[in-house]
């Protein structure tokens, strides 16, 4: 037994399935019986071969326990929960399911291994005239270049996936008892309609050997072929090592699926003359759309399916932050991009006339989760490289219907402000997003689109996904803002670039107005009036240079670190310090904080400066609910803060905390108690005593504490260590890449030590 097989038989339950019949006794069976013995999951296995010498050949490499060149032989020992799996190639699995016609005991389970699962329910109703209910059709999505009883390991599956395809009349039993099975051998179980499947398996599998099968028979008839495969890259062979797989097994595979297969045939073949058409005219931003959206899409998939992240940091299942005690920050820093202009300087790019050149964009999750969006509708988008973006517009009307459901990951600007430009399309589209978003509330821009006749639908209680149906006739309203929200406004009124009339939205506190600036910067009318901003539908957006300055709530946990550790002095370059955005150096600098703007300049319409922060002792106040909006998400930074002044701060009017990637007003009260500070929660905010006053004392205790998956309490609680006297460990921190992708780099290039584990 390798390794792998000897883990995955640990813990195991026994039994789970009584005897495992494996009719076809090769790389697919075989591998199932060899790892289902190694996690000790049934009491025999029998294998089930034509010929003799294969039978004997299992036994003698212990791949089955004893075998039988006929079916008929062993079936009358069968009894309830036995399985019996039918390996065999597509185009046979009828013969085996003849064999067992009025004569299977009653409680064994059939199940199979064929990729083509349209005839497999085909043949069943050859054989008994229906899809008995003991037969459980599935396909494990696993091989090899081997085949054989030789090729069998008791490894093969696992983390790799399952797909069961049970129909309605499917005994429950029967389906658990599969399900179970292959979960013990450490396979990914999932379940998927037949039609689906073969779809599906026709376009990411039996197209590709099509292709594959193709190249190479294409070059072996050429005069150079020898020098073709000797001086080939890894690519090629890496390609089209799969046509070395079994021509039996593939021919069937084509004449079982002809009809699914032809039909991906048809669409790549479409594809590849267009593609020709444009090599031959020299069509150079047709090329660069077709190889930037494939490399995108290549790298998003998978991704994409499992519902994870597009960076590596959030690949691994578990980021954790050990932040060790002491130190200071120093040195001239620059933080990434602003976050809400890269997400709008993707979106309205997207819709301009010409190209837009993007400077200074932010690489993290949520703007990537928004480029790859408007990659999906069509438009060509080379980049990011060292934050420099250059996008294709389409216009006003140019975006496509996605190939499936846009998915944002944990950014909730990108769902809500793509809500608004999506319900003025004339296709469908479905929002959706990974866990964290799919519990936050959508109806607040919902609301708004269906008073302006967009047709929207939310999941349960007003979450994702969001589902918007094209097509319809948006008229113009004139919207006051329950609550403070940019992200709100900023739907409506792109919304309101596609409805007949004026749409107004009127705020009851400011919020950032990134969505006017830019708007105006793209050429577009827009009208402001103190709270009230206005949009009239039906006009065009040109293109334009955008240079995104560094992001203020970045920069705001580097202000805190210098503010609270003595002998700190910063500098924080070209900070965007939009007077909608700057509540956090107000509320600081009302705490004592030693702060100061140089080099003030406007890039692009965005006031920016470099951000001068020196060590200053800090004392708590009552946080002016002026100032909420515009530093609702520095508070959890602020908090920290708070904490280090001498006396209490307050915190009132911020109930919006409690809606963002997490509940952020408990999830800091709960995280600061265990760092040994009095922080009590408020249904809209905090009462947080401080405990400054020397400056060079400890303010928090060590200890372990939970960002719940909330990057901006994740990096807080990080520089909360600069005045701490323990290590301070800080779990599931792997979104600190939705905003800040090099925040560990950077603080510990500043001064602070940061360990990620």
């Known amino acids: 037994m390798s390794e792998a097989g000897a883990q995955n038989g640990q813990g195991a339950r026994g039994n789970i399935v009584g005897r495992l019949v494996v009719v076809g006794i090769g790389l697919i069976g075989g591998s199932l019986a060899l790892s289902l013995k190694a996690a000790s999951g049934c009491r025999e296995v029998i294998g089930v071969a034509r010929r003799a010498q294969t039978c004997e050949q299992a036994v003698a490499l212990g791949v089955v326990d004893r075998s039988v060149t006929d079916l008929g032989d062993i079936l009358p020992e069968l009894e309830a929960g036995d399985v019996i799996f039918v390996a065999v190639p597509t185009l046979t699995v009828e013969a085996v399911f003849a064999q067992l016609k009025d004569r299977l005991p009653a409680g064994v389970t059939v199940t199979d291994g064929a990729s083509v699962k349209g005839s497999v329910i085909a043949a069943a109703k050859n054989v008994w005239g229906r899809v008995p209910d003991f037969l459980v059709p599935g396909h494990p999505i696993a091989g090899s270049e081997q085949s054989g009883v030789t090729a069998a390991r008791d490894d093969l599956y696992i983390a790799h996936r399952i797909i069961l395809t049970p129909l309605e009349n499917t005994g429950a039993d029967h389906v658990q008892r599969i399900h179970a099975m292959w979960e013990a051998v450490g396979a990914e179980v999932l379940s998927m309609p037949v039609a689906e499947h073969d779809e599906v398996l026709a376009a990411t599998s039996h197209l590709p050997h099509v292709i594959a099968f193709g190249l190479v028979d294409t070059l072996a008839h050429d005069a150079e072929n020898e020098n073709i495969f000797r001086y080939a890259a890894g690519g090629f062979r890496d390609f089209t090592r799969i046509a070395s797989s079994d021509p039996v097994m593939w021919r069937d595979i084509m004449l079982a699926n002809r009809d699914a297969i032809l039909k991906s045939i048809d669409l790549y073949t479409s594809n590849l003359e267009s593609l020709r058409s444009a090599i031959a005219s020299g069509d150079s931003e047709h090329l660069m759309g077709v190889f930037t959206r494939a490399k995108a899409a290549r790298d998003h998939f998978t991704k994409m399916l499992a519902k994870k992240a597009y960076t590596e940091t959030m690949e ?12 200071a920050v120093n040195g001239d820093l620059r933080v990434p991009g602003d976050k809400s202009m890269s997400h709008r300087s993707i979106m309205l790019g997207s819709l301009a006339e010409g190209v837009t050149e993007v400077e200074g964009f932010l690489e993290g999750e949520d703007a990537l989760a928004t480029l790859q969006a408007f990659r999906d509708m069509g438009v060509v988008i080379e980049g990011p490289v060292n934050g420099r973006v250059t996008i294709h517009g389409v216009g006003m009307h140019g975006l496509q219907a996605p190939p499936g459901p846009l998915y944002v990951g944990n950014s909730g600007t990108s769902m809500r402000l793509l809500a608004g430009l999506l319900a003025g399309q004339q296709f469908d589209s479905v929002l959706t997003g ?96 103190g709270p009230r901003a206005s949009v009239t539908g ?11 300055p560094a992001d203020i709530s970045s920069a705001t946990f580097l202000m805190v670190a210098a503010s609270i550790a003595p002998g700190s002095d910063v500098l924080l370059q070209h900070v965007g310090i939009n007077p909608t955005r700057d509540g956090a150096i107000n509320i600081l600098r009302a705490m004592g904080a030693d702060i100061t703007l140089e080099n003030r300049r406007e890039v692009g319409g965005e006031p920016v400066a470099d951000i ?27 908090f920290v803060a708070a904490s280090c002044a001498e006396g209490q701060t307050v915190l009132t009017g911020a109930e919006e905390l409690r809606v963002k990637e997490s509940d952020r007003i408990q999830a800091m009260a709960d995280g600061l108690k265990i760092l040994g500070i009095n922080a009590e929660p408020t249904p809209d905010g905090i009462v947080i005593q401080g405990k400054g006053g020397n400056g060079e004392a400890a303010v928090f205790g060590g200890g372990e504490v939970d960002s719940l998956g909330d990057h901006r309490i994740a990096m807080s609680f990080a520089v909360a260590a600069l005045r701490a006297s323990a290590d301070i460990r800080i779990q599931h921190c792997a979104n600190v890449a939705t905003s800040f992708p090099n925040f560990a780099e950077l603080a510990n290039g500043a001064g602070m030590n940061l360990d990620v584990r």
């Not at 691994?316 to 130190?327: I, N």
């Not at 009124?493 to 990134?514: F, K, N, Q």
């Not at 039906?538 to 995104?548: M, N």
């Open 316 to 327: 691994a299942k578990e980021v954790t932050f050990v932040a060790r005690p002491g130190g």
């Open 538 to 548: 039906g006009g065009k957006l040109a293109a334009c240079h955008i240079d995104v």
């Open 612 to 638: 001068r922060v020196r060590y200053a002792p800090l004392k708590g106040i009552q946080i002016p609910e002026d100032q909420v909006p515009l530093a609702i998400d520095e508070f959890p930074a602020i």
């Open 434 to 529: 990974d866990e964290s978003l799919s519990k936050r509330p959508m109806n607040r821009v919902a609301n708004p689109l269906r008073e302006m006749g967009a047709a929207v639908e939310t999941g349960e209680d007003g979450r994702p996904p969001v589902k918007i149906t094209g097509g319809q006739a948006l008229r113009a309203i004139d919207y006051t803002l329950p609550m403070a929200s940019a992200q709100v406004k900023s739907c409506v009124l792109l919304a309101g670039l596609y409805a007949e009339g004026e749409t107004s939205t009127t705020e009851p506190a400011p919020t950032r107005d990134h969505t006017e600036r830019m708007l105006a910067g793209f050429g577009y009318d827009v009208r402001r009036d």
